[in-house]
């Protein structure tokens, strides 16, 4: 089985009307918001094998920190494609994952994550700033993941939702 946590990245300042949209950086709610997200991960017993973010400043700030909080040291890896991925961009990015990564954290923007969510599940999910999706499917290598398989959604963690 392949469990795949889906995170939008924590919220993004927008104090800096000079910066393009992929070099805003994560603001205080963002830089509070990652955090707590990567430690509930760990306390839950779901740290990843690896974490896979999009290369904009506020994803990479995000997964960044919640790989130090589940103490992943460098097993960060960018890809250019999940910047404003669509639905086949993900698949093709989940599906292209190394076969011995059993618990994957993605991280990306909307509205990317919540269209392949609806997609690969047939539910729709709001995903705002910093939420994780917690999906699974029985599948024994990435290859096949959500092809013609059952992908099950477990449950969305949102941070205004942990105590």
């Not at 963002?30 to 955090?35: E, I, L, T």
């Not at 896979?52 to 506020?58: D, G, L, N, P």
Request: one cysteine or more; aromatic letters at 6%; hydrophobic letters at 40%.
């Amino acid at each position: 089985m392949k469990t795949l946590l889906l995170m939008r990245h924590a919220k993004s300042s927008w104090d800096d009307p000079t910066l393009q949209d992929f070099d805003r950086p994560l603001n205080p709610r963002g830089r509070r918001d990652a955090p707590r997200m990567g430690q509930f991960l760990k306390e839950n017993a779901m740290t990843p094998d690896r974490v896979v973010t999009s290369t904009a400043v506020r994803a990479q700030a995000t997964a960044k920190i919640v790989a130090a909080e589940c103490s992943l040291g460098d097993r960060v890896t960018a890809v250019t494609d999940l910047y404003h991925a669509g639905i086949d961009d993900w698949q093709e990015m989940v599906q292209a994952l190394a076969p011995d990564w059993d618990c994957v954290l993605c991280v990306g923007h909307n509205p990317g994550i919540e269209e392949y969510i609806g997609t690969i599940t047939s539910q729709y999910i709001r995903m705002p700033t910093a939420a994780i999706a917690h999906l699974s499917c029985e599948v024994e290598d990435w290859e096949t993941f959500a092809d013609g398989v059952s992908v099950e959604l477990h449950q969305v963690w949102r941070p205004k939702d942990l105590n």
